[in-house]
């Protein structure tokens, strides 16, 4: 799992064809960067574009079949902590995000995360939902979490966001907290793998 650098991945957890959860995971990444020496990368899912589960055994007995699904378990087994940025949808997250946790079950188990989520009011009952399941499989959440609260003068007539570093900006001490703690657990699991 671990390189020299480490490896944070941010899992953009909204796919629809015009959305915010890319720029906004984008601005997050890049507060990673500023503030933590690791390699920060972008998991799109809408780019990784993964089929409604279609996997015969269930992933916890680790016989995956289809190419996409060892795909995804090389992206995410590569990653020593992940975070989830999710939105929130009718009090929940999306159901593109629970495809693609439900493709994996090793590969999640133990890895550092931490949850962003966000909305008209910081998106916390999506995030409430995914700490349930995130919890549920046994990944190694750290304390700190982002709810961002999107203003309807933080979009663009088009739904864009007119600028996500400031809309990123207003979470600025949450967002660096969470990249703190996320490298803390990376070095107590090298620490404990070297032991
Ligand atoms: C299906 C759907 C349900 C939504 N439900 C909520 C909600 O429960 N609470 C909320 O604050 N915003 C809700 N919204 C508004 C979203 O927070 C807003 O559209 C946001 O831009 C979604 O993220 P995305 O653009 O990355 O998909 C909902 C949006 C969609 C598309």
């Not at 390699?39 to 799109?44: K, P």
């Not at 400031?166 to 949450?174: H, K, Q, S």
Request: proline letters at 5%; zero cysteines; glycine letters at 6%.
């Amino acid at each position: 799992m671990s390189q020299n650098r480490p490896r944070i991945s941010l899992i953009v957890g909204s796919t629809r064809p015009v959305r915010i959860g890319r720029q906004l995971t984008d601005a997050t990444a890049a507060v990673f960067a500023d503030t933590v020496d690791a390699d920060i990368q972008v998991l799109d899912l809408a780019e990784i574009n993964l089929p409604l589960l279609d996997e015969p055994l269930m992933a916890s007995m680790n016989q995956y079949s289809q190419e996409h699904t060892v795909a995804w378990a090389k992206q995410i087994s590569e990653s020593d902590a992940v975070v989830f940025v999710t939105p929130q949808y009718n009090a929940g997250y999306p159901a593109a995000l629970k495809n693609a946790i439900d493709y994996l079950y090793a590969e999640w188990k133990g890895r550092p995360a931490a949850i962003i989520s966000y909305g008209a009011h910081g998106g916390g009952a999506a995030a409430k939902q995914l700490r349930e399941v995130l919890e549920f499989i046994g990944l190694d959440l750290v304390p700190g979490h982002g709810a961002f609260t999107i203003e309807r003068t933080d979009y663009t007539p088009a739904w864009g966001l007119v600028d996500a570093d400031a809309v990123v900006a207003r979470y600025l001490p949450e967002v660096q907290k969470i990249a703190g703690e996320l490298m803390q657990k990376i070095a107590a699991d090298e620490d404990e793998q070297a032991a």
